[in-house]
């Protein structure tokens, strides 16, 4: 089979081609240039180092109108966006696939930690699966992805690298966002227009102190301080008023969770069914779930509550170990900031 590899040059992608070819398939490198012109360099050095016919796509425009805008109006939203989760079905996945059309492959294949079987995309190892990164892939994409490593974990694909003499054996992993290499996104943010200013945070109704932006806190994350000796989270970010709840772990949790935007790899459901959800790209908290469709949206309640489900950020839904879709996380009113 003729397959087209996302190929960044790093350990996942190089340990890729080369289980890729090993398993009889012709593989065509694909590099979506969307950084610098340092990491597009390494990309064509690694595909010339191990043979690898080597297609450079600009996707600078496609990741600006997709995904980067997004992000930040998100953001701006009071919101916690996933920027992978929207990539990977409205740039990466999309032009991989038009270049695999455009060389008569079959099918396009990346790094991810996740497993393809019989046209269905299925978890990957506990300890670094990646399927919730794809959920809103569509039905006809994923029908034509591969991922070479979803029965590996991270330090097995370190040493078949190391077996396989790759150059990039000892390559760091990458872990920013790629069109943030920094990891400053306040930065970044402020470098497109100015930043909402500051407010207040309040506990249970109670304004308590000030905050420096809406764009500089995640629900989820722990305010320093105590209030009557306990220690405080935010719970809620209020773009309309410029306020920041916030509240104690417990209350944290919730057994009920709106999500919008549903995309489905399955036939779409219009009856309630019993699912797994997971609100965040971790290794736990994938509790059991009734799954209510409502035309676009879905109400997941949780047979456990999850953490700090926030605005913004992804359900993906599951059966067993099947990916089956997911949604946008709405606030627990229903409201979209």
Not at 96 to 124: P, Q, S
Not at 163 to 185: G, R, T, V
Request: proline content about 6%.
């Amino acid at each position: 089979m003729k397959i087209v590899l996302g190929f960044s040059g790093g350990v996942d992608s190089a340990v890729s081609a080369v289980l890729l070819q090993k398993a009889g398939h012709e593989v065509a490198a694909c590099y979506l240039d969307n950084t610098t012109d340092e990491a597009r360099r390494e990309a064509e050095s690694a595909a010339a180092a191990m043979g690898l016919p080597l297609h450079v796509l600009d996707v600078k425009a496609e990741l600006e109108r997709e995904v980067c805008s997004r992000f930040e109006e998100a953001y701006r939203r009071g919101e916690t966006p996933n920027p992978c989760v929207l990539c990977n079905p409205l740039v990466k996945f999309r032009k991989l696939l038009a270049l695999a059309d455009e060389l008569g492959c079959e099918a396009v294949a990346t790094g991810h930690y996740a497993r393809w079987e019989n046209g269905e995309i299925r978890k990957g190892r506990p300890e670094n699966d990646q399927s919730y990164m794809l959920c809103r892939l569509t039905r006809k994409q994923a029908a034509r992805v591969r991922f070479p490593l979803g029965r590996y974990a991270k330090t097995e694909v370190r040493a078949l690298a190391e077996q396989f003499a790759l150059p990039a054996a000892h390559k760091p992993d990458s872990m920013e966002i790629c069109f943030i290499p920094d990891k400053d996104y306040v930065g970044w943010l402020s470098r497109r227009g100015e930043l909402p200013g500051p407010g207040d945070f309040v506990f249970h109704g109670e304004v308590v102190g000030r905050h420096e932006g809406i764009v500089r806190y995640t629900v989820g994350q722990r305010r320093p301080g105590l209030i009557d000796g306990r220690k405080i989270y935010i719970s809620r970010i209020d773009a309309k008023t410029n306020r920041i709840e916030l509240a104690l772990w417990e209350e944290l949790f919730k057994t009920e969770v709106l999500a919008k935007d549903s995309n489905w790899l399955i036939e779409p459901p219009v009856q309630p069914f019993r699912a797994s959800v997971r609100v965040r790209h971790t290794k736990w908290e994938t509790p059991a779930c009734t799954v209510y469709p409502q035309g676009d949206r879905v109400r997941i309640v949780c047979d456990e509550p999850v953490r700090a489900p926030a605005a913004g950020q992804a359900a993906a839904l599951y059966d067993g170990e099947r990916l089956i879709g997911g949604g946008t996380i709405m606030t627990d009113n229903g409201e979209t900031l």
